[in-house]
């Protein structure tokens, strides 16, 4: 029987578990024992932590899995690549993993291929004044290897971003953040595929975040129906010199960009794996028919992906739950409009405080 290798068991990898068995593969997922649904649903499930990529791999190896995948995190991807080129299947080169999953590292290699970026500075404690000379307010203060919103910060002034600095540094792995120039204006992402270097945009997907300080997401949309016509090839182009500026040849892609007043196409970060948020597993796939899913899996395996519309065409928007209100509409939609529900999840405990997306209380999916 084909075997595949999934990374991560939690409710948004449990999809990707969901189809690879649909597809006829026996899944082997790898993830910390958590009590996570994917473990349930895992053919055989591995208590080993995702950044464990040399045991990871040794279980691969003597299970005789065939490819390796995982779908919106950052931490998988090294293990997803580590053990795919182990196994002889392409995938993007080393720096990837580095420079797709690193802001700073990330910010400099789009620099270097001519992508327009904000001003950006390295840090490890909060810098001199004099160092931001010329950045000008606001700012933002990010940990440069984290994700989810975890421990970003917009400020204002010079105290703000001193108070900002150690806390995105405490959060993050290599102890070290990242302030940048801060760009208004409207968010959005691409999603890509990507084979022998060739990439192909399935969709663009509207951001919607709490806003200042943090920026979680409450929720996303597609199509972004609202980006101007006239803009597209400059979406096009930036995100396309974006994904060749990171090496990103294979697999999916997940590309954030900000549209400013004036027009300008500006690049927040990418990701060399699928959004996360339920945008690679369900979005895309209802917005436009294509099983990003299977290709990604099928791109795994070597094999070209089928990008023909498994389904027709629609609007998808996916919201979070972060507080009563909020699932009390879920609930509301459930009874009035139950067929346009596509999925919902809710952990019921609305009053916990939501820091980051880690900890948003659920969601629900809708097909209009
Ligand atoms: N330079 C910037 N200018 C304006 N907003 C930004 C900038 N960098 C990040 N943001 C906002 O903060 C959010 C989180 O930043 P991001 O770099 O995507 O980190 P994460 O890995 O946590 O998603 C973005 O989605 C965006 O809303
Ligand atoms: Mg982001």
Request: charged share 25%.
């Given at each position: 029987m084909k075997k595949l290798a999934v990374i991560g068991a939690n409710e948004f990898q449990n999809p990707l578990i969901e189809k690879a068995k649909e597809m006829g593969f026996e899944t082997h997922v790898f993830a910390w024992a958590a009590g996570d649904i994917g473990e349930q649903t895992a053919d055989v499930f591995h208590p080993i932590s995702i950044t464990e990529k040399e045991a990871i791999w040794q279980v691969c190896r003597q299970a005789g899995v065939q490819a390796c995948c995982s779908i919106g995190s950052d931490l998988a991807v090294h293990t997803v690549n580590y053990v795919q080129r182990r196994l002889g299947n392409p995938c993007n080169p080393d720096i990837t993993d580095t420079i797709a999953t690193n802001k700073y590292a990330m910010r400099q290699a789009l620099t270097e291929a001519g992508v327009a970026c904000p001003r950006f500075l390295r840090v490890s404690a909060a810098p001199e004044e004099t160092a931001l000379d010329g950045m000008g307010w606001p700012l933002i203060v990010k940990p440069t290897d984290r994700s989810?919103?975890?421990?970003?910060y917009k400020v204002e002034d010079y105290a703000a971003l001193a108070a900002a600095v150690p806390l995105a540094v405490e959060q993050s792995f290599e102890k070290a953040a990242i302030i940048e120039q801060f760009i208004s204006g409207t968010e959005y992402s691409c999603e890509s595929i990507s084979f022998a270097g060739e990439h192909h945009i399935l969709a663009l997907t509207k951001k919607y975040t709490t806003g200042a300080p943090h920026f979680i997401e409450t929720g996303h949309a597609e199509?972004?129906?609202?980006?101007?016509?006239?803009l597209l090839p400059a979406v096009r182009g930036t995100v396309l010199s974006a994904l060749d500026a990171l090496h990103i040849a294979y697999g999916a892609s997940h590309a954030e960009f900000l549209i400013t007043p004036q027009g300008d196409v500006r690049i927040v970060e990418v990701g060399a794996r699928m959004g996360g948020d339920c945008i690679g597993s369900d979005l895309v796939y209802l917005s436009t028919g294509v099983d990003f899913m299977a290709a990604v899996i099928d791109a795994a395996c070597g094999r070209a992906p089928d990008?023909?519309?498994?389904r027709a065409p629609g609007p998808a928007r996916i919201r979070f739950i972060f507080t009563a209100a909020d699932a009390a509409e879920m609930e509301r939609i459930r009874r009035a409009a139950?067929?346009?529900?596509w999925r919902a999840e809710y952990d019921g405990a609305p009053d916990k405080a939501v820091?980051?997306?880690?900890?948003?209380h659920g969601y629900w999916i809708t097909t209009v």
């Open positions: 989810g919103s975890r421990g970003i199509p972004a129906d609202d980006i101007p016509p006239a990008l023909t519309p498994k139950p067929d346009t529900v820091t980051d997306s880690s900890n948003r």
